[in-house]
């Protein structure tokens, strides 16, 4: 049984997957399965990993009918069988051939925890600028103290984490696709508030127009329907927190919504 699981849903991902997995050969770790979950409208994945990557432990599987975000993401995790899992969304890349390594020491350190993170780029793509994102000593410290503080913004979307396979089997939850990530970290770290960072850069997270996220960012009709669900599931009571109240009130600052009609 593999040490990682490299959970990697897809679309159309193109070069942006080459991107991925050539950031997966040159990692000094190779203890690790590759799990690609493709909804593709086309045959283009299976010929480039015929053509490029056969070579690599990678299983793929071609979805008959897009099962879209996140059911994709869900599909992946379920056929992962490594002791950690790391859903990798193929605009990512690892920022190091030593990445995987440094994930991999942590995991074996702390096998005691539900999740490790680690400091992470955006990377604007159209750019090639880089903003750097980190949890301070103070953040952890935060964190620690109320799993609710990481709304602070410095645990990075999936594929800056690992996630301990005593977690499954788990999901992401269907009815979100812009606080996909903040419920089930909320979910998890409610259920054990057990953590380890990595403090090194892993992971670049790829920036641009094209991303769901990008789609659904400050658009009323997913931010708001689904900010109220977040709440509504978790309780209103997380709004005690103040990284949590301050969120929200920024969403809705943005947005200018003044009431609940």
């Not at 999936?158 to 939850?173: A, E, F, G, I, M």
């Not at 892993?202 to 009709?221: I, K, R």
Request: net charge neutral; with cysteine; proline share 3%.
């Amino acid at each position: 049984m593999p040490f990682i699981s490299i959970c990697i849903p897809t679309y159309n991902s193109g070069d942006k997957l080459v991107r991925l997995l050539k950031s997966i050969e040159v990692q000094t770790f190779t203890d690790y399965e590759i799990i690609i979950s493709d909804d593709s409208n086309n045959d283009e994945i299976p010929q480039l990993i015929e053509a490029e990557f056969k070579h690599l432990n990678i299983k793929y599987y071609h979805n008959a009918r897009a099962l879209g975000t996140p059911n994709n993401w869900n599909n992946a995790v379920a056929n992962s069988t490594g002791d950690w899992i790391n859903l990798m969304h193929h605009d990512d890349w690892y920022d190091d051939k030593k990445a995987l390594q440094i994930f991999a020491d942590m995991a074996k350190k702390r096998n005691d925890v539900l999740l490790i993170f680690c400091a992470y780029n955006h990377y604007h793509l159209h750019t090639n600028k880089k903003d750097l994102y980190y949890a301070s000593l103070f953040d952890r410290f935060l964190l620690k103290l109320n799993y609710l503080s990481f709304y602070k913004h410095f645990i990075g979307n999936p594929s800056t984490t690992l996630v301990n396979k005593r977690y499954k089997p788990y999901k992401y939850d269907v009815k979100f696709k812009w606080l996909i990530d903040y419920d089930f970290v909320t979910t998890l770290l409610a259920k054990e508030n057990s953590f380890a960072y990595v403090k090194e850069v892993l992971v670049n997270l790829g920036m641009h127009s094209e991303q769901v996220t990008a789609s659904v960012f400050q658009n009323p009709s997913y931010e708001i329907p689904e900010s109220m669900f977040l709440i509504e599931k978790h309780g209103d009571k997380i709004l005690n927190n103040f990284f949590v109240y301050d969120f929200f009130w920024r969403m809705y600052r943005n947005l200018k919504i003044t009431s609940i009609q």
